[in-house]
C-alpha cells in the first residue's frame, strides 16, 4: 500500500508543510484533493512525523528543529462505544480502527461517500490520524480525566489560563465526555472536586473581589456585594426549587466528591443525574500552591446560539418565562474580547459549582434531532476564574487572574439531514462558527509554520466562538482539544471531516502571545514594508510595554495616517496574494476537473466498444442462422429439382427406347406410314422438347451457380446489414427464378406426358387427333418458344389453302386427271404419313385388323393411286410441329371441291 510523500530529514520545507495541512484540510475547507493521490492519507500532529514511502509511517515524538521547546497543542482522541440499537442497525462496520495508542486508521465503508470519491481516484479510501493519545470505547471517565484535565487543574492554580474544548459530530459523546451522564461524571464535575480539594483551607473568604473585563479584577462596594451575595442565594435557591419541584433529588457532596441523582421531568434528566465514585478521585492536596496565596473562585456559564450569547445564570426572579437577553461581545483595552455584562458568580465547594452550573443547563438550548435525542444545539462555555489573592497586598487586591474555560462546541452536522427549519438555522450556524474555527487555527498553523513569510490574518472576528476563544490560541493560555467520535458507519463521511479538521489542531504549537489588530498596526507602523519579520522583537517589546503598545488612542493624526497608508498597501498586497491563490485554485480545479472528463470519456468509450462487440456478436448469429435455414432451404430444393430431372431423364430414356424398339416390332406395311410418320414427327417433337429439358437445365445450373455465389457473399463478413438485405434480394429473385424454372419443368413435363401419351395412341386416329390438339394447346400456351410454332402453323394453314384451291381446280378439270391411284395432291406427307402413298403396303394381312379399319373408316374413298414415297423440298423445310399438323391432317374427302374451310373444320 502506497503511502504519501515523506521528508526524510523530518524538518519540512514550507510548500511540504503547506501540503500537510492542504491535506488534512482540503475537504473542509474548500480545500481540493490533488491529482494521483496514494491509496492512504497520512494526517499526523508532527512536523517531523512523516510517513515511509516504503514501509509505515513512523510516528516520531514531536521535536521541531525550528521551533525550540515550544509545546505542541495536546489533541485527544476519545472514540465512543456503540450502543446496542447502533450494533442491531449493522453499525458496526470497522471503519474505525485504533493502531496504536496515537495513530488512528480510518476505513470507508462501501455506501459512504468517501469510498465513491475513492473508487473515481479522487481521494483515498483508508486514512491514517495521530493524535497526542486515542482512548478506545472501553476508556472509563475517571482514566479519561487523569490523562487529559487533571495536570490543567494544577496549571490553573499555578496561574495559567486553560482551555479545554470537545470536537466532533453530532451525538459523538461530547456532552458525555465534559458533563457526565447517571453515574459516569464528567471532565468538568470531576475537575471541580479536585480543584476543591487542592483549595481546601486556602479559599478567599470575601467576596470583594470580583473579575471583569478579560482578565481584570474589581473591588467591589459592600452593596455590590451585597447584591453578588443576592445573586448567588438566588441561583443556588433556583436549583434547590428545582430539585424540590422533582421527582427525586438527591445531592451528596460527601467524602467521596460530588455526587447527585435528581430525576426531572425533563431532557437533562440524564446528564444532572451525574455523580462520582466516592474512590473515584485519589486525594491531591495543594502542597504545590504558593505559599500564603489565597484563592477566589467565580464561574460564569454562557452560551452561543445561533450566533448570539446568552447568559445562562441570568437568573430570574420571577421564574416567569421571559425573552432572553443577548449579551455583546467587547475588546478591552488591550484588544482582548470579553463579553459584556456577563453574570460571575463566586462559588466556595464544588458542590456548589456543580449546582450553578446545573442551574445554567436547565436554560441552555437542547434539542432532539434525528441523530441525538438529547443534542445541544449551542456552544457552551463554562469559565472558572482564580483570584490569586496576597494576603500581604492591599486589601483586595489581586495579585493574578488566571482561568479554565470548559467550552462544548455543539456537533457539526449535515444541514440538509435536518428535517426543521429551525434545526437546520442551528446547523448552518453551528457548522459556520466550526468552519471558521478550522480557519483560524490553519491560519495559526500557517503563521507558525511559515515565519519567512508575512503572516496571515487570522479571522478570529468572523465568528463569536473564535472572538471569545482568541486569548487562548493567541498566546494567553492553552489549548486543549479532546475529539469525539461515533463509530457508526453511517456517519463516517462526517467523522472523516472532523478528524481532518481536528489534524490541523495537532500541527499547531503553544506559541508566545501573538499580536492583536491593535498591536498589528502598532508593527505595521514600525515595519511599514509589511514583512512580518518582527515576530521576536515584538515578542519582547509586548513583555515589555504590553499596556503600552495596546493602546492605539496614543498615536497622534499623522500616525494613524501613516498607519492608514501601510494598512493600504497591506490590504493590496493580501488582495493581489488571494488572487494569485485564486488562480492556482482555479488551475487546480481545471486541471482536476480535465482528468475527471477523460477519465469518463476512457469509460464511455470502453463501454460503447463492449456495446459494439455486443451488437456485432449479435447480427453475426443471425447471419449465420439465416445461412444456415437458406443453405437448408436450397438444398432440399436442390434435391428436389435433381429428382424431378432424374425422374423426366429416366422417362426420357425410357421413351427414347421404346421409340427405338418400335421400328423393329412393328412390321413395314401400307398402313405403317402415317403411323411411322407420326412417330417421327413425335420423335423429332420429343427430340425438341428434350432440347429445351436441357436449356432448361442448363438454365437451372446456371441458377445453382447464382445461389452458390449467393451463398459466398453471404458469408463474407462485414456490412452485416446491407449485405444480408442485399442477399434477401437476390435470394428472392432467385427463388422467383426458381419457381418459373419449377413452373417451366412442370409444363415441360406436361408436354412429355402428352407427347408420351399421343405416341402410345398414334395407333387410333381420332385419340392421337385429341391428343395432338391437347398438345397443341399446351404447346400454344409457350408463348415465346411456341412463336415460330405458330408462323410455322400459319405457314402451313397458308400452304393448305393453296393446296385446296389446286385440287379444286384439278378436279374441275376431268379429263387431265389420272384414271386411278392417283390421291389428290393435299398432303402428301400425311399421305405418306398415314399410309395412303404408293409405297404403303397394300397387303391387309400386314395391318392391324383394327387400324386398317380406322383408317378406312377415316378416309373411305380414298384410294392410293398416287405415290408419296419421297418428300418434297416443302416438307424438308417444315419444322417439326408443322410435319405433326401435317400429320393430323385427313386426306381430302372425295367431294369434288375441298375448302380450306372445310379442312379447318376436320380440325
Ligand atoms: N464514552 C461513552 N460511553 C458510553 N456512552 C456514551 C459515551 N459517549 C457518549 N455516550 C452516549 O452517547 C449519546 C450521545 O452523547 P452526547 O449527547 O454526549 O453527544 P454529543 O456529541 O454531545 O451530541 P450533540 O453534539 O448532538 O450534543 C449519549 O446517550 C451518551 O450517553
Redesign the pocket.
Known sequence: MALSLSSPCGCPSDEEEEMAVFESTAAEHGGLARPGLPEISVISPGLDTRPSITGPKVAVKPQSCDEGAAERVKVFL?I??L?DTERSRGEEQGCVAIQDEETLLLKAPNDSQNMRAAERGITPSIHKFSFTKIFG?E?AQQQFYESTMKAMINDVLRGENRLLYTY?V????????IQG?GREAGLLPRALVSLFRKLQGRLYGGMNLKPVLYQDVRQLSASEVKAEEIRRNSLLKEDGNSRCTGTTTIWDSGIGGLSATTTFGTQLE?TDSVCLEPDSLSHSGGEDLEEGVQFSIWVSFYEIYNEFLYDLLDASPSQQPRKRVTLRLSDDKQGNPYVKDLTWIQIRSAEEAWRILRVGRRNQSFAS?H??Q???RSHSIFSLRVLHVHPGANSGQAMHISELTVC?L??SERCKDQRNGERMKEANNINTSLLTLGRCIAALRHNQSNKSRPPQVVPFRDSKLTRVLQGFFCGRGTSTMVV?INPCASIYDETLQALKFSAIATQLVHGPSTKTRVAYILSLLRDPTGNGNDSTVMEEEEDESDVDDGDITMLDTKALLQAIDVLKREVQRQREEKEVLEANVREQVVSEMMEVISRMQDGFSETLDAERALIEERYEDKINSLQKHLKKFYTQELKERDQEIEALSAALEEKKKANEAAPMTVPPGDSEGPRRSQRVSTQNELGRLRAELDQCRAELCTKTQEVTKLKMQLEVPGSAGTLTSAADRKLEEGQRNLRQLRLNLQRLGLDLQSGERACCRNTGGERLRHALTAADETLAKQGQILMELQNDLMLVKADLRRKAQTLAQTQSLPPQLPPSGFAVPSMPGSCKKRGCGAGAPSDPENRPPQKRQFFQSLFPSRTPTRKYNTRTAEDANLTPSSRILRSRQPSPPPSPVVTPRNLRGKY
Open positions: 476519545r465512543r462505544p450502543t470505547p476508556t466532533g453530532t451525538n459523538s459523546g461530547k456532552t458525555y465526555t451522564s440524564d434531532t441523530l441525538n438529547n443534542s445541544s462544548d455543539a456537533g469525539n
